[in-house]
């Protein structure tokens, strides 16, 4: 095996696509992926790549400290692609301490064991780790981030992944560990789970069951499909630069409402019913406590210097997200526990 990579998160959403992706490109790669399984991880994701030779799975938690350092001495990992973390921010605002220990206090775990156990092979190694755009923010009407705006996070999640952010680049400033960090915008796609907007919606609305839009529905979203997201990861990890960041964003801004209500067109005609009844199911509800008005990514950096960009419409994007979720039912259901219908239902039914 030509290198042995540890990704963290990999039984999640975008750690799923990206898992997928590297054990199949790249059968030279082992793959090592370590997931606590929390709510959002789930094994069923990797079922297709479950038995490929070079992908094996380890549970574990990146909080424990002891584990993670044993992890580090008992394989060579020639890199790692950190993706773990707590990712919605309605559970930040409801029970941030889960956010520091894992966004801040995990990564600093999983930096902390790179460092001491590569010791001064260092510079053949890469720390590469998974940001979101919300650290940098809300961006009124105009304006884009690009790699030099200021982080200005205000969600319990984006202040604890800038934190995670600063970590790693501390790491790279003071003990020389090889990083790179990327800054993406929100995802969409299969297997997200259905706390985030864009599976709720459709999981609702399949269920004729009200569809919650936060405040007016006015907030703007930046959506890229999952799948470019893994793209950007795998052409950053082979040919980024070290001490870099690089932003990544579909150039593809929603209000929330007309996302929505697209997304009701799209469940019309694939649900065989007439149109405009999924739009009847648009409730409009009390708002997100500081909910970033606006969030937009200016990719040129990663577009000009390696060539990349979004290969999906958003239109071919939804409809593709759609069909997979009609599809999958059973994975939908096994997701829907006791423990998300509790969380939604405190979630929700508050409002
Ligand atoms: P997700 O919530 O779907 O998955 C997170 C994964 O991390 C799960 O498999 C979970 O079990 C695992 N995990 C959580 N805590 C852990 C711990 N303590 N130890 C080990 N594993 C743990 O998240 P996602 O949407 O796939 O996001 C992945 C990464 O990408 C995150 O770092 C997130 O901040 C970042 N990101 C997400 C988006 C987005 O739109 N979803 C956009 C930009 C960046
Ligand atoms: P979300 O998918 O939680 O991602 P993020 O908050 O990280 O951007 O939410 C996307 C947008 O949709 C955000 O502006 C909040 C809004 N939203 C709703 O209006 N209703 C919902 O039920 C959810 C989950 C989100």
Redesign the pocket.
């Known amino acids: 095996m030509k290198k042995t990579i540890l990704v963290t998160g990999g039984a999640g959403f975008i750690g799923s696509h990206l898992v997928r992706r590297f054990v199949k490109k790249y059968p030279v790669y082992r793959i090592i992926n370590l997931d606590k399984l929390t709510y959002a991880g789930n094994l069923e994701n990797l079922r297709d790549v479950e038995q490929n030779r070079n992908y094996t799975f380890i549970k574990g938690d990146i909080n424990d400290t002891a584990f993670i350092d044993e992890l580090f001495a008992s394989h060579m990992f020639d890199a790692v692609i950190h993706l773990a973390a707590e990712?919605?921010?309605?559970r930040s605002i409801s029970g941030p301490m889960e956010f520091v220990n894992t966004n801040i206090t995990g990564t600093v775990n999983l930096l902390n064991s790179a460092r001491i156990r590569w010791k001064e092979e260092t510079g053949s190694k890469l720390f590469y780790h998974i940001s979101?755009d919300?650290v940098y923010g809300s961006l009124g009407e105009e304006g884009l981030f690009t790699e030099e705006t200021a982080y200005d996070p205000r969600?319990p999640?984006s202040a604890s992944k800038a934190g995670s952010d600063h970590m790693v680049r501390a790491w790279y400033h003071t003990y020389g560990l090889p990083v790179i960090i990327s800054n993406c915008s929100?995802n969409y796609g299969p297997n997200q789970f259905p706390?985030?907007?864009?599976p709720?919606?459709i999981n609702n609305i399949k269920n004729n069951r009200a569809?919650?839009?936060?405040?007016r529905?006015e907030?703007?979203?930046d959506w890229l499909y999952v799948e470019d997201h893994a793209a950007a990861i795998d052409l950053l990890f082979h040919r980024g630069q070290s001490g870099r960041t690089y932003n990544v964003g579909g150039n593809n801004e929603w209000r929330?409402i007309d996302l929505?209500r697209t997304l009701c067109v799209i469940m019309d005609k694939k649900l065989d019913r007439p149109p405009g009844t999924s739009e009847k199911l648009i409730t409009f509800?009390k708002d997100?406590a500081g909910?970033?008005l606006r969030?937009a990514i200016d990719n040129s950096r990663i577009s000009r210097e390696l060539g990349w960009k979004p290969s999906v419409s958003f239109q071919e994007g939804l409809e593709k997200t759609v069909d997979w979720y009609l599809d999958n039912e059973k994975w939908l259901k096994a997701v829907i526990s006791g423990e998300y219908k509790s969380y939604y239902d405190k979630?929700?039914l508050e409002r």
């Open positions: 990712s919605h921010v309605d979101t919300e969600s999640y929100n706390e985030k907007l864009i709720l919606a569809v919650p839009v936060y405040g529905g907030n703007i979203r929330n929505i509800v997100r909910h970033d969030y979630q929700y």
